[in-house]
């Protein structure tokens, strides 16, 4: 082989690295914003979803904890005092007059206060938060079971999700868009563990924990865990709420499937 | 004019899950930083001790500036530019755990490194399965990889032929030595499936269907930290392997793992 051609091809594989790692570094950057890069690593989503659903059965449960394990500083994330007019004033009452309302796609929309709720089937769990930040903390909650209230409303043929709308804001627009709201999907709404909690480590729950009632979905991240449920809502499909993605942080970027 | 015999020395399913893999480490590292810079502190446990973080790195207020700090194990290390508080010229020093270079992707975005992440983490997966299963069916394990009760019996010896930075010629350049052999096989069958099994630790879901993932890491939180350590361990064999391929024959190296022809100088004395 000639000099010549050794140096070429030097230069050639040279340049290859050059323009690989430029590609890399700032075109990672930029392909994170186009729609077709965020349309293929969304199917990694899919593919996650579809594993996890058929490694769970119904009645495969999250880890339960003991007493001793439960953590002495949970962290209270996202919104930790809604300055909602109407919720502001319930608080002040203790949540006395509050009711929670079930509607949509159901046979008998309810309107249910704490203390029915409180006489209605409930769990109790110790169990493991983990934020999609990265941290868990674990606490003991306890609550009326999600199938009881679904029993009791009896939900329509066509029903397929159920929509959490929640008093706390965490947008900046000022407006109804800036509220949480949260979605699962059947199985997870009649999962045992899935419950409305109202206790928390033995205590009411704390305004800052989500007071009056905050979702339980053991199997998912924290974010799914919707605090402040003002309205429970069956639908057929999440398009036409919202952002369309069925969450506050669904809506901004993130999975709507939160088992991983 | 000789220049050495020329021999195949990888297989082109080497060669593709190598180069495969090589991006998607890459990829799995720096959206893994962005992830973590979400939380950027390690624990140990199932649940995340705020108050006594095995290692943490923030930003703290000393007089009227910021610095950057990491602590480990409750020692605090000032890392301003690098850990806890970076940035860059436009934008200005910025609270962070690892600086904007490194993350994917640089602006913060835990929505896209998470979307990143575990895409590419399929990718991994595939990739990983088909050499693995490769490896064992075609022999390559057995033959290339797992060492002789002979080599490992010399290792001293090539620890120090590596140190003086001699390398093999001749018949013995044809096979991986010992160090090599155990280098690749701790990542292979060690570093990254704990990577994986750490991963699948972290996930919710996962530990509902198997509750062994927490057992075997000692809880979630240790998982984590585990699969930082892990990816940390992976990152210098990355640094060492670099280094190798460049003394020992950068040319020759590359054009091995690209078109899988290797020439072997002669073993000195002979010609």
Redesign the interface.
């Known amino acids: 082989m000639s000099e010549e051609k050794r140096l070429d091809r030097?230069g050639f594989?040279a340049r290859g690295f050059a323009a690989a790692s430029t590609v890399?570094?700032g075109g990672?950057?930029e392909l994170?914003d186009r729609d077709w890069v965020?349309r293929?690593?969304?199917?990694?989503?899919t593919?996650?979803r579809v594993t996890?659903e058929a490694?769970?059965s119904p009645e495969?449960?999250?880890?339960e904890?003991s007493e001793a394990?439960l953590?002495p500083?949970f962290?209270a994330n996202g919104s930790t005092n809604p300055d909602d007019p109407a919720y502001v004033a319930h608080a002040k009452n203790g949540f006395a007059d509050w009711k929670l309302s079930v509607g949509g796609l159901v046979e008998t929309p309810l309107e249910l206060s704490l203390a029915e709720l409180r006489a209605m089937p409930s769990r109790t769990q110790i169990t493991?938060h983990?934020?999609?930040?990265?941290?868990?903390?674990?606490g003991k909650w306890k609550g009326v079971r999600l199938s009881a209230l679904l029993d009791r409303a009896r939900l329509k043929a066509g029903a397929r999700y159920l929509v959490f709308h929640c008093a706390d804001a965490l947008g900046s627009t000022g407006t109804e868009a800036d509220k949480y709201y949260e979605s699962i999907g059947l199985a997870d709404a009649f999962h045992e563990q899935t419950i409305l909690a109202y206790e928390m480590n033995g205590e009411t729950l704390p305004i800052p924990h989500g007071a009056p009632l905050r979702l339980r979905v053991?199997?998912?991240?924290g974010y799914k865990m919707a605090k402040y449920v003002m309205r429970i809502e069956a639908v057929d499909s999440l398009a036409g709420i919202r952002g369309g993605r069925g969450g506050f942080?669904e809506d901004?970027?993130?999975?709507w499937y939160?088992?991983? | 004019m000789h220049k050495g015999e020329v021999i195949y020395r990888h297989s082109a399913t080497v060669r593709i899950t190598h180069w495969v893999n090589a991006l998607v480490l890459?990829?799995l590292l720096?959206s893994g930083l962005q992830?973590?810079n979400?939380?950027p502190?390690l624990?140990l446990g199932?649940?995340?001790?705020?108050?006594n973080p095995v290692m943490a790195m923030g930003a703290v207020e000393e007089g009227e500036t910021m610095k950057g700090v990491t602590t480990i194990f409750g020692y605090a290390i000032p890392t301003t530019g690098v850990f806890g508080l970076s940035g860059d010229a436009d934008s200005g020093y910025d609270s962070r755990g690892f600086p904007w270079?490194s993350t994917?992707?640089?602006?913060r975005?835990?929505?896209?490194g998470?979307?990143?992440h575990?895409?590419f983490?399929?990718l991994f997966l595939m990739n990983g399965l088909a050499y693995l299963a490769w490896s064992f069916a075609s022999g390559h394990l057995r033959r290339d990889l797992a060492p002789s009760r002979k080599e490992l019996g010399h290792i001293g010896a090539s620890i120090r032929e590596h140190a003086r930075l001699k390398f093999p010629k001749g018949e013995e350049a044809k096979r991986y030595n010992v160090l090599q052999k155990l280098a690749y096989l701790a990542v292979a069958l060690l570093l990254l499936p704990l990577m994986l099994l750490t991963g699948l630790a972290?996930?919710?879901?996962?530990?509902?269907?198997?509750?062994v993932l927490?057992d075997m890491f000692g809880g979630?939180?240790s998982a984590?930290t585990i699969h930082f350590v892990s990816a940390t361990a992976i990152v210098l064999f990355f640094v060492v392997h670099l280094v190798m391929v460049l003394i020992s024959g950068v040319?020759n190296n590359?054009r091995s793992m690209i078109t899988g022809r290797y020439v072997i100088e002669p073993a000195e004395g002979k010609s």
């Open positions: 030097r594989l890399l570094l990672c950057e994170s965020k293929v690593l969304e199917s990694g989503e593919l996650t996890q490694l769970l495969t449960l999250a880890r904890y394990d953590s500083d962290k493991r983990d934020c999609v930040e990265g941290w868990s903390c674990i053991e199997r998912q991240l942080w901004l970027g993130y999975e939160a088992g991983i | 890459l990829v720096m992830i973590f979400a939380h502190a624990y199932e649940d995340s001790d705020f108050r270079w994917l992707p640089g602006y975005n835990l929505a896209m998470r979307r990143w575990f895409f983490a399929w972290m996930s919710p879901g996962m530990d509902a269907a198997f509750p927490l979630r939180q984590r040319w590359l």
